[in-house]
């Protein structure tokens, strides 16, 4: 996913829930698919739907119409062994042979199946059931919520990486320093498969706040200001955001990155901006016939 002179750059997308969604959604990967993204991530939520008829098959269409790379999220807390084998049945008919090996949050009053009680548990039968899977990793920068403590969350990713991960993506972040620290501790664990930083640009008040309410991650004083003081400007927190996403992964690429991971919210206006603000950090086209598209 990462060559060797360029970071990698991709992107996160998420199966609509409504045939006006749907309809959305593929105008949205047309756009992403032009900008010839390292690949595109296909999101999973541990609920009742079908992953066939969400994931798999929004990860096909982007494999095989729009001839991008794609990994299929996998979480698993709620899958039997059985279950999974065919998961992979089905994605090796697509063509797709990487996935995101994930446990998946708990729901609440839904037992879980205990098939696959870790991440680490799903790594380990992925790679002996298909051992031709690149199978990829999340991580916590700031701390897994459920570890105790850094060590012992450092302790556990080690040992799932041990289970075959190729790569990790961590989880969204804002201070950047967060980020270089969790790397330094990761070399100290002898962690050595690359690691892709996920980045979500805030480009709205609802998002901010629900971020504000629901996420662990640090909030720095600079992006703190941002919220407060554009709190009722709609246009200007967007740019701000936006330009903040953006000097964040400047300085990610510039300290030598593995890949920088969007967290597009299904927005390719958003992708597009910040991809025409960093293409040539990644070694891609700027595409200068274009125009830095309007965000509605």
Not at 165 to 194: G, R, S, W
Not at 280 to 290: D, Y
């Amino acid at each position: 996913m990462t060559s060797a002179t360029h970071a990698s750059l991709s992107f996160e997308i998420f199966p609509p829930n409504t045939q006006v969604g749907e309809e959305k959604l593929l105008a949205t990967l047309a756009q992403l698919g032009d900008l010839a993204p390292d690949f595109i991530s296909v999101t999973c939520s541990n609920n009742k739907r079908n992953i066939k008829e969400t994931t798999l098959k929004v990860a096909g269409y982007i494999k095989n119409q729009l001839g991008v790379p794609t990994i299929a999220h996998l979480p698993a807390a709620y899958l039997t062994h059985s279950q999974v084998k065919e998961i992979l049945r089905a994605l090796d008919q697509l063509g797709i042979h990487q996935v995101l090996a994930l446990r998946g949050d708990i729901l609440p009053d839904v037992p879980p199946t205990n098939d696959f009680r870790y991440a680490s548990d799903l790594v380990a039968f992925i790679n002996q059931q298909a051992p031709h899977f690149a199978v990829s990793g999340a991580c916590y920068p700031e701390v897994h919520p459920e570890s105790p403590d850094r060590v012992t969350d450092i302790k556990n990713l080690k040992f799932k990486t041990d289970q075959g991960l190729e790569h990790l993506i961590t989880q969204l972040f804002f201070d950047n320093d967060c980020f270089y620290q969790f790397q330094e501790n990761c070399q100290l664990a002898d962690i050595n498969v690359p690691i892709i930083a996920g980045i979500m640009p805030i480009i709205n008040r609802k998002q901010a706040l629900r971020l504000i309410q629901t996420s662990e991650a640090k909030l720095p004083r600079k992006f703190l200001a941002i919220l407060d003081k554009y709190e009722h400007n709609p246009v200007a927190l967007r740019d701000a955001g936006l330009a903040y996403a953006v000097d964040q992964i400047v300085d990610l690429v510039t300290q030598d990155v593995a890949g920088i991971h969007l967290y597009t919210m299904n927005n390719a206006a958003t992708a597009r901006h910040i991809y025409q603000a960093t293409a040539s950090l990644f070694g891609k086209p700027a595409q200068g016939n274009q125009q830095l598209i309007q965000l509605g």
